[in-house]
């Protein structure tokens, strides 16, 4: 991770008068004129309008075109530099102020914030998952998770210039200190700041979690909002610069205290969430040892360790210091050696050698990409290579509690094990239900499969995800290449034609997730017929190839969705990853989910599946 920079990493100000005319004619064109009208007349003069939306809007308004900015003929720099702040109200989304007094109550039953770097350069599914494991962080040390008060959106639905007549738009590269996307098209290194409150429901997570922004930590410091991190890290002087406004005591600025990123996981080292009692007596826990500069508060007693845990430790390798399951028992059963006839002999047999059973949750083909929460499983692990965050940390007295630096990649979700089944359900509730998108999401997404049902005759419709590179397809050679893709879909959704005339209401279930019923909804509907149309959620924008998915029985969302829709949901709809999230959350409501294994976009179409109570057998992720 880059160092932040001393501005703060807000970029200058545009001092360029035609991107401020711009913005105030459309401003001027939302404010008097009929929305959607102007969107249109916007998109279509501004070029990239593609043949995706074109169709479901028809003629172009002449009369409008000639008030409107010439995104197409703009210098690249212009792009480069952002306005102050997105002036225009956004009552969908927009979440009042809090007060000060309100958001001092927040921090003071806790014991003070926690605070992250966060990785601002990755997209929304990533941001949301690392913000998932920011917030169980906080719950489980008793403290007020500080988030960011914005995200970067990735791509706008039509001309840049349209989504930064909306949203800040920054060139994401400078924005986050990265060099990642230099050699792209100067259109495609731009990154739109969205309030996190359009991509969550802050007033609904506030309802189970401290939690805050790091907008309302600066007013709570009297400082400028200007502080704020472009790149999301966090300003280990600049947020400290002033005490709280409820001190009165000026000189009692914020203290700090740092977890290093090479303590919170080192090669050999499982983080887990805590240390349960029996677990402590097991071990011998000694909660004053630890090596101190290692972050560490007490240590597990010296054990002998016996040939059952020497065997286990032989099996160990790679980044993860831990052993699937089955594979311990298959380890200890090759050898003959210790009790491993049922699931509880071995868990003794493990525990008797200085092992442990802990719990987590599957990866996606070997990996942890997708990190959903929805296929829980358990692991094994030598008792001494666990640390708990709440042993270390919990005590931690200062202000404010950071971890430097990342703590995601190649981690499990919560970025540690639970050593409890309670605790990782603590966890999956979290994810599944309080971590909610806004009404607006939800709605539309509703909507939208209500015109997919009309559109297969009432019967169950089936989607898919399909995720094509981050560049527009405009080679004709990609053709081929396209169809094949599509023709994998259509295959596995050929698959999930046959399970849904099979489903009985009898053997329907759910995933192993807490708090969740089977949805029996899906029986009311009958199953669907060989040509009926599925639903295609996709980063394609090739008008060759978007015709030919349609052709081939593809329906897309800007073929679903209407001028109304469009007025009553706003601006943020114009953003894809907005967008993004009504697609994630229809395809959760389809009968049958098909999408590739590397994507935290079908992770997150699984969360909200599996909280809503679909059939396991309803999803194929490969
Ligand atoms: C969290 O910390 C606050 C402030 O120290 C304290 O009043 C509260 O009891 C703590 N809550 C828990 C669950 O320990
Ligand atoms: C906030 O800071 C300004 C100067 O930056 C100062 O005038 C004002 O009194 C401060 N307010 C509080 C409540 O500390
Ligand atoms: C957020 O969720 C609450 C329910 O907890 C709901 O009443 C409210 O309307 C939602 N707000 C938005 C902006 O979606």
Request: glycine share 8%; hydrophobic share 35%.
């Amino acid at each position: 991770m880059a160092p932040s920079t001393s501005r703060g990493g807000y970029l200058p100000l545009s001092t360029d008068s035609r991107f401020q005319r711009s913005r105030w004619t459309v401003t001027r064109l939302i404010r008097n004129g009929p929305p959607a009208a102007a969107l249109i007349a916007l998109a279509l003069v501004t070029g990239l309008f593609g043949g995706l939306a074109l169709s479901a809007y028809g003629h172009r308004p002449e009369s409008l075109t000639c008030l409107l900015p010439t995104g197409g003929s703009d210098t690249p720099s212009q792009y480069s530099t952002a306005p102050p702040t997105a002036s225009i109200p956004t009552p969908s989304f927009h979440e009042e102020d809090l007060d000060l007094e309100t958001l001092r109550d927040v921090v003071s039953r806790t014991k003070g914030y926690y605070a992250r770097d966060y990785s601002m350069a990755l997209g929304w599914n990533n941001m949301r998952y690392i913000i998932e494991t920011a917030l169980f962080h906080g719950v489980l040390l008793n403290r007020t998770v500080v988030l960011p008060s914005f995200v970067y959106a990735r791509s706008c639905e039509f001309d840049i210039t349209v989504c930064a007549s909306y949203a800040p738009m920054v060139n994401r590269g400078d924005a986050v200190h990265s060099d990642e996307w230099r050699k792209l098209p100067e259109a495609e290194q731009m990154g739109w700041r969205i309030p996190l409150s359009v991509m969550v429901n802050m007033t609904h997570l506030r309802q189970t979690q401290p939690v805050i922004l790091v907008s309302e930590y600066l007013r709570l410091h009297n400082l400028s909002l200007d502080h704020e991190a472009s790149n999301g890290q966090w300003e280990t002087e600049k947020y400290h610069q002033h005490a709280s406004i409820f001190e009165t005591d000026p000189t009692k600025k914020p203290s700090l205290h740092i977890i290093e990123n090479h303590w919170y996981d080192p090669k050999g080292i499982n983080r887990i969430d805590y240390i349960p009692d029996d677990m402590r007596s097991r071990g011998n826990w000694n909660p004053e040892g630890g090596a101190k500069g290692k972050g560490e508060v007490g240590s597990w007693g010296t054990q002998d360790k016996s040939r059952i845990y020497t065997f286990l430790a032989g099996a160990l390798s790679g980044r993860q210091h831990v052993l699937e399951w089955d594979k311990a028992r298959s380890i200890l059963q090759g050898l003959g050696v210790g009790d491993v006839s049922t699931d509880e002999a071995l868990e003794k047999t493990l525990r008797d050698n200085g092992w442990e059973v802990l719990y987590t949750y599957d990866g996606a083909l070997g990996m942890e990409y997708i990190k959903n929460v929805v296929f829980p499983i358990r692991q094994v692990a030598p008792r001494d290579s666990l640390r708990g965050l709440k042993e270390d940390y919990g005590d931690v007295s200062a202000d404010v509690l950071l971890v430097k630096g990342e703590i995601h990649y190649e981690r499990k979700p919560a970025g540690l094990r639970f050593t409890t089944i309670d605790s990782r359900d603590k966890f999956s509730r979290l994810v599944l239900y309080n971590m909610r998108p806004t009404d607006s999401v939800i709605e539309l997404a509703a909507l939208l499969d209500s015109r997919m049902k009309e559109k297969t005759g009432g019967r169950m419709w089936m989607g898919a995800h399909m995720r094509r590179g981050d560049f527009v397809r405009t080679n004709w050679a990609m053709e081929k290449e396209f169809g094949d893709h599509l023709k994998r879909i259509k295959k596995h959704l050929s698959d999930g034609r046959s399970l849904l005339w099979s489903l009985r209401e009898s053997d329907l279930t759910t995933y192993g997730v807490p708090d969740v019923s089977v949805d029996r909804s899906i029986l009311k509907l009958s199953p669907p017929h060989e040509n009926d149309k599925f639903y295609i959620a996709t980063d394609e924008r090739d008008p060759g190839n978007l015709a030919y998915l349609r052709d081939h029985g593809g329906v897309l969302a800007s073929d679903l969705l209407t001028i109304e829709d469009r007025r009553k949901f706003g601006w943020p709809l114009m953003v894809t990853d907005v967008l993004g999230l009504v697609e994630q959350a229809t395809l959760a409501r389809g009968a049958y989910f098909y999408a590739h294994a590397l994507s935290s976009v079908a992770g997150g179409a699984l969360n909200i599946r599996a909280a809503r109570g679909a059939d396991p057998r309803t999803a194929v992720i490969d």
